[in-house]
């Protein structure tokens, strides 16, 4: 599938006039087609022009300084310009020198590597590429909003394509083309680092939500170029670990990591990501049938594939199927990648160079991956602007943008407990806060903004509250400000506070008349190897502060800010209300206060199963057979939370479902049902509708569940209303023995909360 041209201009404003010394040296007539434009580039392009177009270096190679230890503040070095652009003629350049940039010193970068470009002989432009994930993450002051993980909690993909536009305008606005996002993995068990990056455990929710974002970046008003992360299966390692094996057969394969990225291309996806790791064996980076046979002829995807950091060098220093850095190069690019991101060193183009003059990669091949790449710089407007940045007087206001980030913050949190198990409130919902007395607000994640942004902000792993947005409120300072200083007492603890911190707090609560204590959990930033974990339960100071408060007397709300569930099962019951917030953003702790507070009535709902146990691993679509329990009862699955939990303050009952039509549907029909909702409380509440379906016979073990439709609606205070949803019975298949997706006749249910409906699927 063809994805859809960008608009040239609409791509990038005008260049500043005088504001680089070399304009682009090619550029499209408009007498020409894309494909005769490139044709014509190709035709006049030397062995090292093309190798060096499938070169990606760090921006750390034409800076001053080494490799991460570049010279403050970070510059241009003019002799690496020449080296890199110039004379090995590199096409791409990603990412930062370590942390964020302003707009001006993001212009002054890419400004002069596009002109130095404009000095090699073919004068094609740089192709630049960010990890912009949650906003424009590397951009100093701009918006950032939830992760991934918060914005699948909110069930809204209008809003997350609203917020891909906003952050895809900060984006170009820098002079940016091209984004390394959304992640498509579907995260499957909570040990593994990337879980928060991704949009949950459904495949259906990832790919709605995915396609949401590639929308919004690709066709919104300044569109950029999206990345598909990280093609395929690099969110189900084996043992938890990030970039460690994993086994994964074809058809689970297909069944269930493939379809978000399916979905996205057919959406226009400009470019995928490769997965590091190995499946069953193979590295996917030389994986020719899952590179070549499965997305380019099965998915039809015909756009540009690159690596990620290192990838090729790895197949011989750490994956030992290459016996050197050239034979790695020879295997990765003859099973389809495009571009390495190789990204320290220059040995790269010269090693692929020769390998093409010795044969061991055809001319065929080397061209089909530039061809790639100029028809994505083509459709980025590259060729008409030199790829230099736009005026920084249209440099988007942050008032403009930032509506959506605040709107996903408010919608991502999700009230999973409210039921009060402290005797003084006597079963009564504790939430939203009420009263006059005192608060205590403790807990490692309550004074941290790194904490509610998490990794990829500012800096890589996120942890440096040097690069923190300026005037953006802590989750206490958001409290402070709802309730009031004099109100709010806070006992600061970082992560690794002591027995004997919590012995203090818990001596002072038993001299304090308070009211309640609000206790922030969670982990603070990481990504990638830096947050593998050897299990998944909650840090042991954390337990032990709420096990000392709620001996007190005190009621304790618990809020965890994180991106994976920790189990917390022997504490869970000594909570009385418990909050998700996931990891926010920098509209994060407002939207947590506004939640407490209930000037907000919470509308978030679980994209992930949240484990009881730590060695629990258990999804919503679970098999029958893992229902059963030792005792041989079909209650093995129990979850602390299960998938789509979420509660409101306004309790929202699905009382009937009933079959839109008849009960024998046809193949290829629609299918569709009623739903009546009914509100009991005195404020309207946001509703998501969930719809799963269950296979009752199918010649694969079919799942107790698999979502198919999700649909949010408003349900006044106090109101029936009836909602209709539905499903094509064409999405009613899996993929069968021979590794093919069928819909096999038979019945089927169709399940709202707990009521079902069942029909027969005739042939």
């Not at 504790?430 to 006059?436: E, V, Y």
Request: aromatic share 8%; glycine share 8%.
């Amino acid at each position: 599938m063809k994805y859809p041209a960008f608009s040239l201009s609409l791509a990038f404003s005008a260049l500043t006039v005088g504001l680089f010394s070399c304009s682009p040296q090619v550029h499209p007539s408009p007498q020409d087609s894309k494909e005769a434009f490139v044709d014509s580039i190709l035709s006049t392009m030397s062995i090292e022009d093309k190798a060096g177009e499938m070169t990606q270096l760090t921006l750390d190679m034409v800076c001053v300084g080494a490799p991460y230890a570049l010279e403050e503040p970070h510059r241009l070095d003019t002799s690496k310009l020449q080296n890199v652009l110039v004379d090995l003629k590199v096409g791409s350049i990603l990412n930062c020198g370590g942390h964020a940039y302003g707009p001006e010193q993001w212009h002054e970068l890419i400004g002069g590597i596009q002109e130095a470009a404009a000095r090699k002989e073919t004068g094609i432009p740089v192709l630049y590429g960010i990890d912009a994930i949650h906003g424009a993450t590397y951009t100093s002051g701009s918006v950032l909003g939830p992760q991934q993980i918060g914005l699948a909690a909110t069930w809204d993909t209008a809003l997350v394509r609203k917020f891909a536009e906003n952050a895809a305008m900060e984006v170009t606005a820098s002079g940016i083309p091209w984004n390394f996002s959304p992640v498509l993995d579907v995260a499957r068990d909570a040990r593994w680092p990337r879980f928060w990056e991704t949009f949950g455990e459904a495949p259906k929710l990832v790919s709605d939500m995915g396609v949401a974002m590639v929308k919004g970046y690709q066709e919104g008003p300044s569109p950029i170029a999206a990345t598909l992360k990280h093609y395929v299966g690099y969110s189900r390692p084996l043992t938890g670990k990030d970039r460690t094996p994993a086994w994964i057969p074809e058809r689970q394969l297909r069944q269930i990591f493939l379809p978000p990225f399916a979905a996205a291309i057919d959406a226009g996806a400009a470019s995928i990501m490769v997965n590091s790791g190995e499946i069953n064996g193979i590295p996917v980076h030389v994986d020719h049938h899952i590179l070549t046979d499965i997305l380019r002829e099965d998915l039809e995807f015909d756009g540009m594939v690159v690596t990620d950091w290192e990838d090729i060098k790895y197949l011989f220093s750490r994956h030992k199927v290459a016996s050197d850095y050239k034979d790695a190069i020879a295997m990765a690019i003859n099973a389809g990648i495009d571009m390495s991101m190789v990204p320290t060193d220059t040995e790269f183009p010269v090693l692929l160079a020769e390998l093409v003059r010795d044969g061991r990669i055809p001319m065929a091949r080397m061209d089909e991956s530039v061809r790639r790449i100029l028809n994505m710089k083509y459709d980025l407007g590259l060729f008409q602007t030199g790829g230099f940045p736009p005026s920084l007087a249209d440099y988007p206001k942050k008032e403009s943008i930032e509506g959506g980030a605040i709107k996903a913050a408010l919608e991502s949190i999700t009230l999973l407990k409210n039921d009060g198990q402290h005797a003084a409130i006597a079963g009564a919902p504790i939430l939203p806060l009420g009263g006059s007395g005192r608060i205590l607000v403790t807990g490692p994640t309550a004074n941290s903004l790194n904490a509610l942004n998490g990794g990829w902000s500012g800096t890589w792993q996120g942890t440096d509250p040097t690069y923190n947005t300026p005037g953006r409120p802590t989750a206490v300072e958001a409290m402070q400000e709802a309730l009031g200083e004099n109100r709010v007492s806070f006992a600061e603890l970082d992560m690794a506070f002591t027995s004997q911190d919590v012995a203090d707090i818990a001596r002072n609560l038993n001299s304090k008349n308070t009211q309640c204590a609000v206790v922030f959990l969670g982990e603070m930033p990481y990504t990638e190897g830096v947050g593998s974990v050897e299990d998944i339960e909650l840090f042991e100071n954390q337990q032990e502060l709420v096990e000392a408060i709620h001996a007190t007397g005190t009621p304790v709300i618990g809020v965890y800010i994180g991106g994976r569930p920790r189990t917390l099962s022997d504490i869970e019951p000594l909570l009385d209300a418990f909050v998700m917030a996931y990891l926010p953003g920098d509209y994060g702790a407002q939207a947590i206060a506004d939640v407490l507070v209930g000037s907000f009535n919470p509308s978030g709902r679980l994209p992930f199963t949240w484990p009881r146990h730590a060695s629990a691993h258990l999804t919503y679509d679970r098999k029958h057979t893992e229902n059963v329990h030792s005792d041989f009862s079909l209650s093995a699955f129990n979850p602390l939370y299960t998938f789509g939990s979420g509660l409101s303050y306004s309790n929202v009952e699905t009382t009937s479902i009933e079959l839109i039509g008849d009960s024998i549907v046809n193949m290829g029909d629609e299918v569709n049902v009623k739903v009546t909702l009914v509100n009991s409380g005195e404020r309207s509440s946001t509703e998501t509708v969930i719809l799963y379906s269950q296979d009752r016979v199918a010649s694969i073990t079919p799942a107790v569940d698999e979502l198919k439709a999700f649909k949010q609606v408003v349900v006044p205070a106090g109101a029936t209303i009836e909602v209709e949803i539905g499903v094509s019975s064409n999405e009613l298949g899996f993929i069968g023995m021979d590794n093919t997706y069928i819909v096999e006749p038979g019945v089927f249910g169709l399940r709202v909360k707990e009521q079902v409906v069942e029909f027969n699927l005739a042939q």
